[in-house]
């Protein structure tokens, strides 16, 4: 068994303070809701996914965020901004809940945006950060992978980080007819459970070659060497610079380590992985759950042979209707 590596990065060195949000793609899966709307800004229950991974950045502590952006993502500035008539009118009618919920995207960090000119893949995106991140080590949080709320996954990458430098990757146990979907780690045990070593990388490998069941998820804490391989990585795997293909070669030298993450995960990704995110998410608010698990519990019973086929038909009730 290898030891973590042992480095020990000054304080200033060490301290986390900015994240990095990808939020360029075209979100073609998507179509036609995507035309005008980002695919960022689709509502997971009531807030927009991407807020879910700026709130998620700003429990770790990170309160610098930078959105990486394109020329059709201004709805996500607009939602991250003040919105004085929005709130003047909610003030007026004394409708507080809706005022702070409102205001709340504005109040979560320090938030930036840069636009990714060419489509080059997650790599140049990241590259894309470079100036405002400079030398310090940042988080970079994919908007498709929500985390679970009140998980401490990122916090726990922070801690990694500071222990032992370098970079950090998230990582969860697939099933093996899966990992070909993802980036796939090759790693060695550090001791501790939930902490690995990276020894290799491969973005999405062919079924049947992949090294581990441990898949790299939308979350890491890089270290800012990673910006001088990037500028070097060709374009990979779809003609685009891969994050992964540079993370490989910084694994090589012994300085990545991966957290292993066994809790709630959701993916929006795609329709599907979509429309199970709301589902899931929708169940555990409290203020929902109850009554939506309720009428779920009828339609999927409706659904079943012998069932009336049309539970959930008056399901609409005239307050929602006039929200």
């Given at each position: 068994m290898?030891?973590?590596?042992s ?9 986390v303070r ?7 793609g075209l979100?073609?899966?998507?179509l036609?809701a995507?035309k ?5 800004m689709?509502p ?5 996914a991407i807020?879910y ?9 990170l309160?610098?965020?930078l959105m990486?952006?394109?020329r059709h993502?201004?709805?996500?500035e607009?939602?991250f901004d003040?919105?004085?008539e929005?709130?003047q009118?909610l003030?007026?009618?004394g409708?507080t ?6 205001r ?7 938030i930036?945006?840069?636009r990714q000119g ?5 790599g140049h995106a990241?590259?894309?950060?470079r100036?405002?991140?400079g030398?310090?080590p940042?988080?970079?949080?994919l ?15 922070l801690e990694?980080?500071?222990?032992y ?12 007819s899966?990992?070909h979907?993802y980036?796939?780690?090759a ?5 501790e459970?939930d902490?690995?070593?990276v020894t ?7 079924p ?6 441990y898949?790299v ?5 890089l270290?800012p060497a990673?910006?001088g ?11 685009e610079?891969q ?6 070669e910084?694994a090589?030298?012994g300085?990545?380590h991966g957290v292993?993450?066994?809790?709630p995960?959701?993916d929006t990704?795609d329709?599907?992985?979509y429309?199970h995110?709301?589902v899931r998410m929708a169940?555990?608010r409290?203020?929902?759950?109850p009554?939506?698990?309720a009428?779920l ?5 409706a659904?079943e ?13 005239g307050r929602?209707?006039?929200?």
């Open positions: 290898i030891a973590p590596h480095a020990t990065p000054s304080a200033a060195a060490r301290t900015k994240a990095v949000v990808p939020a360029a979100g073609t899966r998507f036609p995507t005008a709307t980002p695919k960022e689709l997971v229950v009531d807030k927009p807020q991974v700026v709130e998620e950045a700003a429990a770790a502590g309160d610098d965020v990486v952006t394109g993502k201004r709805a996500i607009g939602h003040h919105a004085f929005l709130g009118a003030a007026a009618k409708d809940v809706r005022l702070d919920a409102v709340d995207p504005a109040r979560l960090a320090d930036h945006h840069i060419d489509p080059l893949g997650l990241v590259l894309c950060a100036h405002h991140v030398d310090q940042f988080a970079v949080l908007g498709d992978d929500l985390i679970g709320p009140g998980e401490t996954l990122l916090s726990r990458m990694v980080r500071e222990r430098a370098g970079s950090v990757v998230a990582l969860m146990e697939v099933d093996p899966q990992i979907l980036g796939c780690a790693v060695e045990p550090t001791g459970a902490l690995v070593r290799g990388l491969v973005e999405k490998p062919a049947g070659t992949a090294r581990s069941r898949a998820i939308g979350r890491y804490v270290d990673v910006f391989v990037l500028e070097r990585t060709p374009p990979g795997r779809g003609g610079i994050l992964t293909d540079a993370l490989r910084l090589a030298e300085t990545v292993v993450f066994s809790g995960r959701y990704g329709k599907a992985d429309l995110t709301v169940s555990a409290p203020d929902l759950g009554e939506f698990t009428w519990k009828e339609f999927v019973a659904l042979p012998g069932g009336t086929g049309d539970a959930g038909s008056n399901g609409v009730r929602d209707r006039a929200a």
